[in-house]
T-cell receptor, first 112, second 113 residues
């Protein structure tokens, strides 16, 4: 399938290492944030979410950190695997219906 | 259970033509949203429909329109196609308005030549 992001920032990590993907958001009124994974030829896949009244949330091998002071979101992936290779997007809800505003994305490349 | 299904998967159109893209939400989901994803960028919100009514619209020209049917499926229509309309068009469904549990389809890749 076609690549979804030919000119995106790229993070290369070795298999087994931890990955940290960062995202800056712009709207201080946003109250809900989601991380999505998008593989080539597929739609975005939900990874983990966090509400603005929290600063950390953990899932299976993933952790999201939210710093509202500097409007920064990060996704940590533990023990990165080849199947984690994809483009990762953060998205924020701006309070308008169910509209999500997506960031520009980061390509994660896992090397063996 | 079937996920969000979109058709067609790929489409090539000529400038000035019209296109209709289709989306079937997950069973039980009543809200459908449409997003445009240009190569190298994140998805951009076009429309949200809930209970057959438009509930939100992004910054897109009037050439873009959509509708939702009684079975909650949806169509996105684009008139007078431009080269810049070439993109991956994504449909996402949720249970209801204000529910952020989006599930995305795999999209329709539209190429305008």
């Amino acid at each position: 399938g076609e690549s979804v992001g030919l000119h995106l920032p790229t993070l290369s990590v070795q298999e087994g290492d931890n990955s940290i993907i960062n995202c800056a958001y712009s709207n201080s009124a946003s109250d809900y944030f989601i991380w999505y994974k998008q593989e080539s030829g597929k739609g975005p896949q939900f990874i983990i979410d966090i509400r603005s009244n929290m600063d950390k949330r953990q899932g299976q091998r993933v952790t999201v950190l939210l710093n509202k002071t500097v409007k920064h979101l990060s996704l940590q992936i533990a023990a990165t695997q080849p199947g984690d290779s994809a483009v990762y997007f953060c998205a924020e809800n701006t309070g308008t219906a169910s509209k999500l505003t997506f960031g520009t994305g980061t390509r994660l490349q896992v090397t063996l | 259970d079937a996920g969000v299904t979109q058709s067609p998967t790929h489409l090539i159109k000529t400038r000035g033509q019209h296109v209709t893209l289709r989306c079937s939400p997950i069973s039980g989901h009543k809200s459908v949203s449409w997003y445009q994803q240009v190569l190298g960028q994140g998805p951009q919100f076009i429309f949200q429909y809930y209970e057959k009514e438009e509930r939100g619209r992004g910054n897109f020209p009037d050439r873009f329109s959509a509708r939702q049917f009684p079975n909650y499926s949806s169509e996105l229509n684009v008139n007078a196609l431009l080269l810049g309309d070439s993109a991956l068009y994504l449909c996402a469904s949720t249970r209801g308005q204000g529910d952020y549990g989006y599930t995305f389809g795999s999209g329709t890749r539209l190429t305008v030549v």
